[in-house]
């Protein structure tokens, strides 16, 4: 394991940089949406600038991994990205119209949600090289998330939404600045006569028994996409203050940091695929529950299982694509599970969306059948190649 004092170590920089990875992400969280109505956008315009994005990067997420993988290390593709996705939101103090907004907040968000693939990628297999914890190092983006939520909100409280956008646009250009200091994930570590482990063109591995996990658990992390869109709403109607939600929600965050600092430990000598299907049944059940419209003392319980449906599933699915792949294709592989998932996202949100209207909360029970046939994926996968093989 790594220190954790200022050692200088690779984990200990690549660990700043995963503090700050998302941060401007939690400052965005609450008060994008009050910036983007404050600036006279509609509803539908709030909505087409959250989406679109998303779409882009179905298109471009392979093309990203595969050129990243190209490169002489992962870095080069990593701090690149973060520098331009760290100065585009500059832009914002300029645009005043849906158009320019979509811009430079579409853009922003494109290049930094294609590099966060690559990240995960180059993290996950220089910890492995080097016996330290990938979960530990990703921990941090979510402590990272946190304390900029915090931070913004007395922040905001304090002096006004007019802070919203010095505040975003700072942690951005941050996270740029702090990708500098990333070590190199490959050169210098590789042994180059060491024997490749794992797949070295993505097509080898495209069979039943390796797609399934991969679709299963997309499916099951397009459940808790729903959280964000909708969750809150329906807290709302349900009689809930905003300030419980807010709670409710950090709660769910804090779940998912100790997961991700725990699994390691507790979990990592398990099959990857028993961990998915493990947050598969899980994931079934909260969303059972959530239908109910329960108390706050059953949410409490609820959000603390988002260590086992979301932290435990995601963890288990990035070891599995670093189990039967090299690191000739580390990020090609990754983007391509990052593609699954935002895939399913899309169709669960907008399914959501469609239901929601007429069943309220009752709509989970979709969800719970959404994440129980990503578990019979997984066990299907199990079932025509076993862990052991």
């Known amino acids: 394991m790594f220190k954790t004092k200022r050692d200088g170590s690779p984990e200990f920089r690549t660990t700043i940089f995963y503090f700050l990875m998302f941060a401007n992400g939690g400052a965005g969280f609450t008060y994008a949406g009050i910036w983007f109505a404050n600036k006279g956008l509609s509803t539908q315009e709030i909505g087409v600038i959250n989406s679109a994005p998303i779409f882009v990067m179905l298109l471009i997420n392979l093309f990203v991994g595969r050129l990243a993988d190209k490169l002489p290390d992962w870095r080069q593709a990593i701090v690149i990205g973060m520098l331009i996705a760290g100065v585009l939101p500059l832009g914002l103090f300029f645009a005043n119209d849906f158009w320019m907004i979509l811009l430079f907040w579409g853009l922003s968000g494109v290049i930094m949600n294609a590099t966060v693939p690559v990240a ?41 939404d007019w802070l919203f956008l010095p505040i975003f646009t700072g942690l951005a250009l941050l996270r740029g600045a702090t990708a500098l200091i990333l070590p190199n994930f490959r050169a210098g570590e590789k042994d180059l006569n060491a024997p490749v482990v794992g797949a070295t063109k993505l097509l080898q591995v495209m069979k039943p028994w390796f797609l399934l996990p991969l679709a299963g658990w997309a499916m099951i992390f397009a459940t808790h996409l729903i959280l964000n869109a909708f969750q809150g709403l329906l ?104 593609m699954l998932q935002q895939g399913f996202g899309v169709v669960a949100i907008v399914g959501f969306g469609w239901l929601v209207a007429d069943y309220g909360p009752m709509t989970y029970l979709a969800s719970a059948a959404f994440a129980a046939t990503g578990g019979v994926m997984v066990w299907a996968s199990l079932k025509m190649k076993s862990p052991s093989e």
Do not use: C, K
């Open 235 to 338: 807290w709302a109607q349900q009689g809930i203050g905003l300030d419980v939600i807010g709670l409710l929600i950090g709660l769910g965050a804090l779940s998912e940091a100790l997961m991700l600092f725990a699994y390691r430990r507790f979990f990592g000598g398990y099959p990857a695929r028993y961990m998915i299907l493990i947050a598969a049944g899980i994931s079934a059940l909260r969303w059972v529950a959530m239908a109910y419209s329960p108390g706050v003392p059953v949410l409490i319980a609820l959000q603390s299982l988002h260590a086992f449906t979301f932290a435990m599933g995601f963890l288990a699915s990035i070891n599995f694509v670093a189990n039967w792949t090299s690191e000739d294709i580390a990020a090609e592989a990754q983007s391509f599970l990052v």
């Open 120 to 160: 995960d990628a180059a993290t996950m297999r220089m910890t492995r090289r080097r016996g330290s914890d990938y979960g530990t190092i990703r921990a941090w983006a979510t402590v990272g998330f946190l304390v900029a939520i915090l931070i913004s909100g007395f922040a905001i409280d304090a002096y006004g």
